[in-house]
């Protein structure tokens, strides 16, 4: 004899829904949803790059400093744990406190260093993009 259910058996339960917001999930809805949509693509990318970089042309100074920055940027980002191993390797080990104390301050300047340029990284590139979508904006309008 069959168990006896509380549902009929062509009533099935709702599916669970993919993102918050919509009720079954789906497109349009929810955090995260502008990663569940077709991604447009350029008809002729070649063409829009080369339109664009007419534009980026004119904040080539903006965009040499940033790429100084993101250089230097890369060099102190790779000192930091090198010194750290010399911390440990040279003075630690061997227990000499003063030297410990001198690359412990050379890493404090590495990393205050790294900041500092990579903040002026963001700056100036922050100022490069807003300066080319203005150029963008009042070339559209005229």
């Known amino acids: 004899m069959p168990e006896p259910t509380n549902k009929r058996a062509d009533e099935q339960a709702p599916p669970l829904p993919?993102?918050?917001?919509?009720?079954?999930?789906?497109?349009?809805?929810?955090?995260?949803?502008?990663?569940?949509?077709?991604v447009e693509k350029a008809k002729n990318p070649r063409g829009t790059v080369l339109r664009l970089w007419i534009y980026l042309r004119r904040q080539r100074a903006a965009l040499v400093v940033a790429g100084l920055a993101v250089l230097i940027t890369v060099g102190l980002t790779l000192m930091g744990p090198y010194l750290l191993g010399v911390a440990i390797d040279e003075a630690m080990v061997?227990?000499?406190?003063?030297?410990?104390?001198?690359?412990c301050a050379l890493m404090l300047v590495v990393y205050a260093l790294n900041s500092f340029f990579t903040w002026v990284q963001a700056y100036v590139m922050a100022g490069a993009s807003q300066r080319t979508v203005r150029d963008l904006r009042n070339d559209l309008f005229e």
């Not at 918050?20 to 990663?35: K, L, Q, T, V």
């Not at 061997?94 to 690359?103: S, V, Y």
Request: net charge positive.
């Open 94 to 103: 061997k227990g000499d406190l003063p030297a410990l104390a001198r690359t």
């Open 18 to 38: 993919m993102m918050m917001g919509r009720p079954g999930g789906g497109p349009g809805g929810g955090p995260g949803a502008h990663f569940m949509r077709k």
